[in-house]
């Protein structure tokens, strides 16, 4: 049995090596340095008169609008937004992430103050003018969607002459805040997205000119998408200070008649990376998350998942629920696999007494091996089989619980609060004493009694130190992933206490 599970193990880390080679946002081939050059040569930048620096300079005031389910604070300063709060449950999350340079959601021309035109509701406009005469208002609106809105950007030429200027038409970023139990993490979680041809890219710090259907910024539970009505000139992605916060700059060459005006039109995303709700607006916002190599199940599970919800009213049960129905339904196959432990573990005296017989007659040794798993009907494969099958609907569901933002300060019972965080019942100084990975590896300590067949001191030792390595391994998981795995690991071993009473 022991050779079953290494092998299972083996081919389970080559499924998700293969998945996370083919199957992972691609990265999307920058521009060259020429299109690069030639983009700033034939059109010039926009210069400012020394008169008016202290206008420039000018500190930014605060704007505060209150929407329902965010409440946003915007600075004069460029037009952009400060602050973009969420409402979650009992917390309130900044999406604006906090960094020293001066860097702000939506802003344009950065260097420039605005002024409040009109605050009403749920429309907010700003109007600036530049040095070469160009005036600039903004147009935010906000409609009944909690999370999404438009942004309309006005550009009119005042002079009585043609002009050309390029400029920073639009910023996104730096980085996308979270709540503080995942502030930790959450510069390793920040990417900066593209999508086209419906494909997710993941873009590296450099400049793209493409036609993209939306761009954005995301972490693991969060995402701030733009979606253009129109082609842009060129995409800048940037990075902020050594840990390479990712902050996008959409670069616009623009000519504009004398007395004439151009407008542009985007919409908006910023908030949860919920599946069902990204889902409705229809640009691929949903790709973002990761549902991994098996997405079908994984969206069959998630979709599962919320449908019991509905019914229990607790995610934790649902969870329970749901892994008890697949190891049910797997059942026929776990029967299969302990079967052929048994098997094995009944034949392995008469295996030691081959190899001891036939010692120095390797050849022999296997001949008689094979006529032995013939008359003892034993194969040593046969319960590594029905294990491999199981490993897609195992991980589906294991990506589905990784990812879920359902899961997010979702309680269970007692001391488990927060389903998306590990479960914590106290701490020993700073180590966190975390229940649910403790009582899985008594479990699997449990199963690895049950189920291993090997005699060898050393292979036995290798065997129990497995249970020991997944309780480290998911220590610090969400506490919604290490329910599911302890779930599946206690109904797995009634159902062998159940075969091995059968058997008798």
Same mark, same amino acid.
């Given at each position: 049995?022991?050779?079953?599970?290494?092998?299972?193990?083996?081919?389970?880390?080559?499924?998700?090596?293969?998945?996370?080679?083919?199957?992972?946002?691609?990265?999307?081939?920058?521009?060259?340095?020429?299109?690069i050059?030639?983009?700033?040569?034939?059109?010039?930048?926009?210069?400012?008169?020394?008169e008016?620096?202290?206008?420039?300079?000018?500190?930014?005031?605060? =704007?505060?609008v209150?929407?329902?389910?965010?409440?946003?604070t915007?600075?004069?300063?460029?037009?952009a937004?400060?602050?973009?709060?969420?409402?979650?449950?009992?917390i309130q =999350?900044?999406?604006?992430? +906090?960094?020293?340079?001066?860097?702000?959601?939506?802003?344009?021309?950065?260097?420039?103050?605005?002024e409040?035109?009109?605050?009403?509701?749920?429309?907010?406009t700003f109007?600036?003018?530049?040095?070469?005469?160009i005036?600039?208002?903004?147009?935010?609106? $906000?409609?009944?969607?909690p999370?999404?809105?438009?942004?309309?950007?006005? *550009?009119?030429?005042?002079r009585? +002459?043609?002009k050309?200027?390029?400029?920073?038409?639009?910023?996104?970023?730096?980085?996308?805040?979270?709540?503080?139990?995942?502030?930790k993490?959450?510069i390793?979680?920040l990417?900066?997205?593209?999508?086209?041809?419906? *494909?997710?890219?993941?873009?590296?710090?450099?400049?793209? /000119?493409?036609? @993209?259907?939306?761009?954005?910024?995301?972490?693991h539970?969060f995402? /701030?998408?733009?979606?253009?009505? /129109?082609k842009?000139?060129?995409l800048?992605?940037?990075k902020?200070?050594?840990?390479? =916060?990712?902050?996008?700059?959409?670069?616009?060459?623009?000519?504009?008649?004398?007395?004439?005006?151009?407008?542009?039109?985007?919409?908006?995303?910023?908030?949860?990376k919920?599946?069902?709700?990204?889902?409705?607006?229809?640009?691929?916002l949903?790709?973002?998350?990761?549902?991994?190599?098996f997405?079908?199940?994984?969206?069959?599970a998630?979709?599962?998942l919320?449908?019991?919800?509905k019914?229990i009213?607790?995610?934790?049960?649902?969870?329970?629920?749901?892994t008890?129905?697949?190891?049910?339904? !797997?059942?026929?196959?776990?029967k299969?696999?302990?079967q %052929?432990?048994?098997?094995?573990?009944?034949?392995?005296?008469?295996?030691?007494?081959?190899?001891?017989?036939?010692?120095?007659?390797?050849?022999?040794f296997?001949?008689e091996l094979?006529?032995?798993?013939?008359?003892?009907? /034993?194969?040593? $494969?046969?319960?590594?089989?029905p294990?491999?099958?199981?490993?897609?609907v195992? @991980?589906?569901?294991?990506v589905?619980?990784?990812?879920?933002? +359902?899961?997010?300060?979702?309680?269970?019972?007692?001391?488990i609060?927060?389903?998306?965080?590990?479960?914590?019942l106290f701490?020993i100084?700073?180590?966190?004493?975390? =229940?649910?990975? *403790?009582l899985?590896?008594?479990?699997? *300590?449990?199963?690895?009694k049950l189920?291993?067949? %090997?005699?060898d001191?050393?292979?036995?030792?290798?065997?129990?130190?497995?249970?020991?390595?997944?309780? $480290? #391994?998911? @220590?610090?998981?969400?506490?919604g992933?290490?329910?599911?795995?302890f779930?599946?690991?206690?109904?797995?071993? !009634?159902g062998? #206490?159940?075969?091995?009473?059968?058997?008798?």
């Amino acid at each position: 049995m022991e050779k079953n599970v290494v092998l299972a193990v083996i081919l389970s880390l080559l499924v998700i090596f293969i998945w996370s080679v083919l199957f992972t946002p691609r990265f999307s081939p920058p521009l060259r340095e020429r299109e690069i050059v030639s983009q700033a040569e034939r059109v010039g930048t926009v210069s400012f008169p020394s008169e008016l620096k202290p206008k420039i300079e000018k500190k930014g005031e605060e =704007i505060t609008v209150n929407l329902g389910k965010k409440n946003l604070t915007f600075t004069t300063h460029g037009a952009a937004v400060k602050h973009w709060i969420v409402n979650e449950k009992n917390i309130q =999350i900044d999406l604006v992430l +906090e960094t020293t340079e001066n860097n702000l959601f939506f802003a344009t021309l950065p260097e420039l103050n605005y002024e409040l035109l009109e605050k009403e509701g749920g429309k907010v406009t700003f109007q600036t003018v530049t040095p070469e005469g160009i005036s600039v208002k903004k147009i935010y609106q $906000f409609v009944d969607d909690p999370y999404s809105g438009y942004l309309d950007i006005e *550009l009119s030429n005042l002079r009585d +002459e043609e002009k050309q200027i390029a400029f920073t038409f639009l910023t996104l970023g730096p980085g996308l805040g979270t709540d503080e139990k995942g502030k930790k993490e959450n510069i390793r979680h920040l990417r900066a997205l593209g999508y086209r041809n419906k *494909l997710l890219e993941k873009l590296k710090f450099n400049s793209y /000119a493409d036609d @993209w259907s939306w761009f954005g910024i995301d972490n693991h539970y969060f995402l /701030a998408a733009i979606i253009p009505d /129109a082609k842009i000139d060129s995409l800048t992605v940037g990075k902020i200070n050594q840990q390479k =916060i990712p902050l996008l700059k959409v670069e616009k060459n623009l000519t504009v008649p004398a007395k004439s005006k151009v407008n542009f039109c985007f919409r908006f995303y910023l908030g949860p990376k919920k599946y069902t709700d990204l889902k409705k607006y229809k640009f691929g916002l949903e790709e973002t998350i990761g549902f991994g190599l098996f997405a079908p199940l994984s969206k069959g599970a998630l979709y599962a998942l919320n449908w019991f919800y509905k019914i229990i009213r607790n995610y934790g049960w649902a969870i329970v629920i749901l892994t008890i129905l697949l190891q049910i339904l !797997l059942f026929p196959l776990t029967k299969k696999s302990f079967q %052929a432990s048994l098997a094995m573990k009944k034949v392995q005296p008469l295996i030691n007494e081959l190899k001891l017989k036939y010692k120095n007659d390797p050849k022999r040794f296997q001949a008689e091996l094979f006529h032995l798993y013939r008359a003892q009907k /034993a194969n040593p $494969f046969g319960g590594c089989l029905p294990m491999i099958l199981q490993i897609p609907v195992f @991980w589906a569901l294991f990506v589905t619980l990784q990812n879920a933002y +359902e899961l997010r300060g979702a309680g269970f019972i007692l001391w488990i609060k927060d389903l998306s965080h590990p479960d914590t019942l106290f701490r020993i100084g700073n180590t966190p004493v975390n =229940i649910l990975p *403790l009582l899985m590896g008594l479990l699997m *300590l449990f199963q690895q009694k049950l189920t291993t067949v %090997a005699t060898d001191p050393t292979q036995k030792q290798m065997m129990y130190l497995m249970p020991i390595m997944f309780t $480290f #391994l998911f @220590w610090n998981f969400p506490s919604g992933l290490v329910l599911y795995w302890f779930t599946s690991s206690l109904f797995s071993s !009634l159902g062998q #206490l159940y075969l091995l009473k059968a058997s008798k």
